[in-house]
């Protein structure tokens, strides 16, 4: 598959925005961004549904002080954490969410935490990561995330096997993995990021590693150190997509695919129905990706394959050809693949091709909807449930709900 590579201005959001779904998943979870008053508004604005709910995250806020160097930012963050945990004995973990200006004054959050965990005598598990947007895009918040998570995970036994599903899902799809997954008969199973922070997964050279999401690349290359081995599939996207990856996942565990095609019939014949009408509206519809979420390469081929629509473009902020493999082949010929963003030149060429709906950043949709065309905001695509069989027709409907849109609009 041609690939075309670019680079320029890009569009997209940066990694603080994982944590409005990481913070739903794992219950025992507090992020403490040590960012600025933008990271903190952008926090507000894209998580501001949780202002009704008691928050578990929060930005401590560099002042300008600290960024000209003139005060000992250590001394400020060792002060906001020593009373965020005195007033929140609930919090089991702590993550320190490092940002572009931490970043760029390269303060070492990886060692405030381990102090920071010293000074609290275990009683709280505290980790660093990046969310900064200097060279990444949003979804890879959750990647550093997850990879900071790795060290802690203990250490599967020896002579045991199990199965560790790789990235965030919504709880109500995971119970459903999870059913299919002891009906096709594959136990243990878990899942990184669990439910809790505090009770991690174990690890070893007998884990079998399956990507839910494909965007955890760092993820499984530091789980992949510590003897999991990766199945390459598809991803549960779809009918297509979700049969292949539980196909995949029991072939691995030495299981005959009679035994996935029994446990998912009833499923799959949900999908069916559920898919029928949203194919009706969607087949022959032009669509293009911009590159944001990296979702975009599963959702095209879902889109393509089992919906009819035509992928006019479809652009991906950086292509992991070992998490993507399995995808790539279910592409269809011709197809134009851009890699990385030079904005202007996309825009061009979107403009030109003038799609039936546009998959962009919330940054994008706005102004793109004012010059006619109809898009989607591609950051919804990873906070819904839109993994397997039940979802199927779900996802579909949220392509098919903004083309419904346009069209009662028109008159
Ligand atoms: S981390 Fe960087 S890109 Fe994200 S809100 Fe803060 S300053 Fe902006």
Redesign the pocket.
């Known amino acids: 598959m041609p690939v075309t590579r670019e680079r320029g201005q890009r569009q997209v959001f940066?990694?603080?925005a994982g944590i409005v779904w990481l913070h739903r998943k794992m219950q025992d979870a507090f992020f403490l961004v040590v960012?600025?008053r933008?990271?903190a508004h952008?926090l507000q604005s894209a998580a501001g549904v949780m202002v009704f709910a008691e928050p578990r995250f929060a930005t401590a806020i560099l002042q300008d002080r600290d960024l000209a160097g003139l005060a000992d930012c250590n001394e400020e963050l060792d002060r906001v954490v020593t009373e965020l945990l005195a007033r929140r004995p609930d919090i089991g973990t702590l993550f320190l969410v490092a940002?572009?200006?931490s970043e760029v004054i390269k303060l070492d959050l990886d060692t405030a935490a381990e102090r920071l965990a010293a000074s609290q005598q275990g009683r709280v598990q505290i980790l660093a990561y990046s969310?900064?947007?200097?060279d990444t895009t949003f979804t890879q918040g959750e990647d550093t995330c997850l990879t900071a998570l790795v060290p802690r995970m203990p250490e599967l036994p020896a002579a045991e096997r199990s199965l560790l599903v790789l990235g965030t899902l919504p709880d109500i799809v995971e119970d459903q993995f999870a059913r299919l997954f002891a009906e096709i008969g594959i136990a243990p199973v878990h899942f990184l990021p669990p439910r809790k922070a505090a009770e991690l997964p174990p690890v070893g050279p007998g884990t079998l590693l399956l990507a839910a999401q494909p965007f955890v690349g760092e993820t499984a290359a530091a789980l992949a150190k510590r003897g999991a081995t990766l199945i390459e599939a598809p991803y549960p996207f779809g009918i297509e997509g979700s049969r292949a990856w539980f196909a995949a996942a029991a072939a691995a565990w030495g299981l005959p695919a009679e035994r996935v095609e029994a446990a998912i019939a009833a499923p799959v014949a949900r999908a069916e129905r559920g898919l029928a009408n949203y194919r009706e509206q969607l087949a022959g519809k032009r669509i293009s990706f911009l590159p944001d979420s990296q979702l975009e390469i599963p959702l095209g081929r879902f889109l393509s394959r089992e919906c009819g629509m035509q992928l006019t473009e479809v652009g991906v902020p950086y292509l992991d050809r070992r998490m993507m493999a399995a995808e790539l082949e279910l592409l269809p010929a011709g197809l134009r693949l851009t890699e990385g963003q030079d904005l202007e030149r996309q825009l061009d060429r979107l403009r030109q091709d003038r799609p039936d709906l546009t998959v962009c950043g919330l940054g994008l949709a706005n102004p793109l909807e004012a010059e006619g065309l109809t898009t989607k905001w591609s950051i919804e695509l990873v906070f819904s449930p839109v993994h397997g069989f039940d979802q199927a027709a779900d996802l579909a409907e949220l392509f098919a709900r903004p083309l419904n849109r346009r069209q009662r609009l028109a008159f």
């Not at 969310?131 to 200097?134: A, N, R, V």
């Open positions: 940066c990694g603080l960012g600025s933008t990271c952008l940002s572009c200006p969310g900064s947007g200097l």
